[in-house]
């Protein structure tokens, strides 16, 4: 099973050990591409300075995502840090 993020409202999120929480990418890069996410097109990613998505877009449709499945043994999956516990809209 791979790493699922879902957009709730402005924030992004992850299921971690059970509960629901926001989520950060690991990354020195606030903008990047990576293929091998989805099998029919590839995906940028737009994070802020402290690595928090701001957007995840499908390239092929220009479409912003809502929710997205990485591969457990895909690189980005690896750079995914779970956060605070999400409740609703704010941090626990």
């Keep these: 099973m791979g790493v699922k993020l879902t957009k709730r409202g402005k924030e992004w999120t992850v299921e ?8 950060k990418l690991e990354s020195e890069l606030v903008s990047w591409r990576s ?14 300075l402290d690595g928090a998505i701001e957007s995840i877009i499908e390239l092929s449709s220009s479409k912003e995502l809502e929710e997205l499945d990485i591969p457990k043994n895909h690189s980005v999956a690896g750079m995914v840090r779970p956060t605070k516990l999400y409740l609703g809209g704010s941090h626990a």
């Design 16 to 23: 971690f050990l059970g509960k629901e929480r926001h989520v």
């Design 35 to 48: 293929l091998g996410i989805l099998s029919h097109s590839a995906v940028e990613f737009r994070l802020d």
